[in-house]
């Protein structure tokens, strides 16, 4: 069972005003209590001082009849945009499971937040086969090799692939998997699953790998390279656009240095310069990057072939 799977039951019981014990909650959902408290973590930071522990490893919600309130008290838009993302989790089409997990609780959720926001793109692409992803969970629980066909740009046929984990970002699902028939990035890629035409699971298992699911969990782009040392990148932001950095971190490295005259030095840790590039193309002529060389002369080389191409 998935986090997300685990998250939503928890919310169906707190839904109901249970007290939800971490002991119980882990031999229910046969997982150790280090897990369960990462859920109720996920769901405290949500859900706030509504969330309250009223003794050593227990909890109840003690007011839902407003979720409103408790989407308005959100620290801050990112908080606002990843609770979204949650609900989307909780979609039937995607995850049959839930077609038997109705909750009022989460219907509630879903209608009073529509009086509020509108969601202009859904955040999630079309779900893939449900046999390919029924495939792939298993593989990445179970920790077995798997051999895909792959079609990008043209077919790619890898073996004894080991999928990691099933990676949501940017509104896609991706693989994030290690091979050695990928000879690029160290053998890691981040295959979207619904470029995966086919999947068989092999008997051979493989090893955790503690190194690559430290990178999952930190990755601060698709862009960015597995074990690949980072450089520095200083831009220069005009004051014009400056306080869209200010209130949105583009990158998870994203340093500010303020300068006299309103501009602002935007300072990242990279180590790919498609990390960078589209960011600073968005946002031409109010941005310049000042370091490193390379990168400006590819910038440059960039605009000079679409303007050669116009």
């Not at 930071?45 to 522990?53: E, G, K, M």
């Not at 409103?68 to 089409?93: C, M, R």
Request: charged fraction near 30%.
């Amino acid at each position: 069972m998935s986090q997300s799977e685990r998250i939503l039951q928890i919310l169906l019981h707190f839904s109901k005003k249970e007290e939800i014990c971490i002991g119980t909650l882990a031999n229910f959902f046969k997982v150790d209590q280090r897990t369960i408290q990462r859920d109720i973590k996920i769901l405290k930071r949500f859900l706030s001082d509504s969330l309250i522990s009223h003794k050593k490893g227990c909890y109840k919600l003690i007011e839902i009849s407003d979720i409103s309130s408790i989407l308005l008290n959100a620290k801050n838009s990112q908080d606002i945009k990843d609770f979204f993302e949650f609900l989307t989790f909780f979609d039937e089409n995607f995850f049959p499971i839930f077609k038997d997990l109705s909750s009022s609780f989460l219907k509630k959720i879903k209608k009073e937040a529509k009086q509020i926001y509108h969601i202009h793109e859904n955040p999630i692409e079309k779900p893939p086969k449900t046999i390919t992803f029924e495939r792939i969970k298993h593989a990445v629980k179970f920790r077995k090799h798997i051999d895909i066909v792959y079609f990008e740009n043209y077919r790619r046929d890898l073996k004894r692939v080991k999928p990691l984990k099933i990676v949501y970002a940017k509104g896609n699902w991706y693989l994030a998997s290690l091979t050695e028939n990928y000879k690029m990035n160290n053998g890691f890629k981040f295959f979207r699953l619904n470029f995966i035409k086919s999947v068989k699971i092999l008997s051979e298992t493989f090893q955790t790998d503690e190194e690559a699911l430290h990178f999952i969990e930190n990755f601060q782009s698709l862009f960015q390279n597995y074990k690949t040392p980072s450089y520095e990148v200083k831009l220069k932001v005009d004051a014009i656009i400056a306080r869209h950095f200010k209130v949105k971190k583009y990158l998870k490295s994203q340093q500010i240095t303020p300068l006299k005259n309103g501009d602002i030095i935007v300072s990242y840790k990279i180590n790919n310069d498609m990390e960078i590039l589209p960011l600073v193309k968005t946002w031409i002529p109010h941005i310049k990057i000042i370091s490193p060389n390379h990168l400006k002369e590819k910038l440059l080389k960039d605009i000079k072939t679409l303007l050669d191409d116009i």
